[in-house]
């Protein structure tokens, strides 16, 4: 099929949950054959390091820089009752609206819009083609909100406002689109209701061969948490864990150490904990040496949505996870069985010091795990999904067409009588 796939960030380097998956899927429908053309909204230049990384999959790659964050226009917009805070962001972009109406004029297969809040300037072009498109949509954005957690309390009214225009940005967007795709079945409900339609699932997954060398070191006493800083949600994870719950598993067991890996650590951080038993460590494009070094996956996530690829690199790694119910919300997975869970800083302690003294439990939520993901989250799995509901769209497009033909063929026949 030729696919036109819409992004508002470039899917390289894989720094973050959304842009590990959208690579992958990208390099998934490519190696079936598929023609994908990807335009992309996107606030950094195209390095070539990105062009060598996604060219090789795409027929065509085509860049649009997104303007500044603070423009006059993004601070003017916020004040429109019409769109959200990040479909502001996003979106009132005419030379994206420009490239999108140039390749609305070329045949398509597929038109796939990734996150609801990067409609905006396509829009109006769908609605003038009246062309059918794909929605797929990461997170529920008006439950998510704008990381509130993490801004002044005097910012409430405008946070509760912006999710109020969320909410209707949603169901004005979910409207539109011929079919809507979310990540996890927890989210496909919600979408569901809004649409008071079937919404697909096509589920985040993980290259499995990519990482089934892996032995964690079950014995090594250390704690490893990846995550992308940018992100409120992992933020407040490791400031919890450092205030709150690794204070705990010292006094048990002082010989833990916890690596902390990510992009855009704040710098700060080596100063405000400055125990030699934590280890920062930066953006890393392969985890399986650090994964073969760790005893535990720890996730101490309690915001956010969708469900966390970090999790389940973890666990095809054979990690064991340690987390929270945020940190597995959107993976059918049982606590005591796939891994170990809390939302109490206390039991979370607990279950890190007591999992570290006994290896074979360890290997046991290690086997368990990495058997689940392997079975149900391959990118093999999410790419068989994704092309089910490209059938789908193609066959009611079809079928819409015949169905239109039909109409116009009995109106000539009526008026000749």
């Not at 089910?388 to 015949?402: D, F, G």
């Amino acid at each position: 099929m030729r696919i036109l796939w819409t992004l508002p960030y470039l899917p390289w380097p894989t720094t973050s949950g959304a842009r590990t998956r959208q690579f992958h899927l990208l390099r998934s429908m490519s190696r079936r054959g598929h023609q994908i053309t990807l335009l992309v909204h996107s606030r950094c230049p195209l390095t070539e390091a990105a062009r060598q990384a996604l060219e090789p999959w795409l027929e065509r790659l085509i860049v649009v820089r997104r303007r500044p964050l603070k423009s006059p226009l993004t601070l003017l917009a916020l004040l429109n009752p019409t769109y959200p805070t990040l479909a502001s962001i996003n979106g009132l972009a005419p030379c994206l609206r420009h490239a999108f109406e140039r390749l609305l004029e070329e045949d398509w297969d597929v038109i796939q819009i990734e996150h609801s809040y990067s409609f905006q300037p396509f829009e109006r072009a769908l609605q003038a083609s009246r062309r059918p498109f794909l929605l797929i949509e990461h997170n529920i954005e008006s439950a998510k909100g704008i990381s509130a957690e993490r801004l002044p309390f005097w910012l409430t009214p405008f946070t509760t406002f912006d999710r109020w225009r969320y909410r209707h940005w949603e169901a004005r967007v979910f409207a539109q689109a011929s079919e809507v795709v979310a990540v996890t079945r927890r989210d496909a409900e919600f979408f569901s209701e809004i649409t008071d339609r079937h919404t697909h699932v096509v589920v985040n997954g993980v290259d499995c061969a990519h990482y089934q060398e892996i032995c964690p070191a079950l014995r090594s006493q250390r704690l490893l948490f990846v995550g992308n800083f940018e992100y409120g949600p992992n933020l407040d994870a490791i400031e919890w864990a450092l205030e709150e719950i690794l204070p705990h598993v010292w006094m048990s067991n002082p010989a833990v150490r916890f690596a902390i890996c990510g992009h855009a650590l704040p710098p700060g951080w080596k100063l405000r904990w400055s125990d030699p038993r934590i280890e920062w460590q930066s953006f890393c494009p392969d985890l399986r040496d650090l994964q073969g070094h760790s005893a535990i996956f720890f996730a101490p996530l309690r915001h956010g949505g969708g469900s966390r690829l970090k999790v389940l690199e973890a666990m095809a790694a054979g990690l064991p996870v340690v987390t929270t119910s945020q940190g597995v919300s959107g993976l059918d997975v049982e606590n005591g069985i796939h891994y170990l869970g809390s939302d109490d800083a206390a039991d979370l302690a607990l279950y890190i010091t007591q999992a570290l003294a006994q290896p074979l439990r360890l290997k046991q939520l290690s086997d368990a795990a990495r058997d689940f993901v392997r079975r149900e989250h391959d990118w093999s799995v999410a790419a068989n999904q994704l092309e089910s509901v490209y059938a789908r769209l193609l066959n009611n497009t079809r079928n819409a067409s015949a169905t239109d033909s039909s109409d116009s063929s009995d109106a000539y026949e009526g008026s000749a009588e």
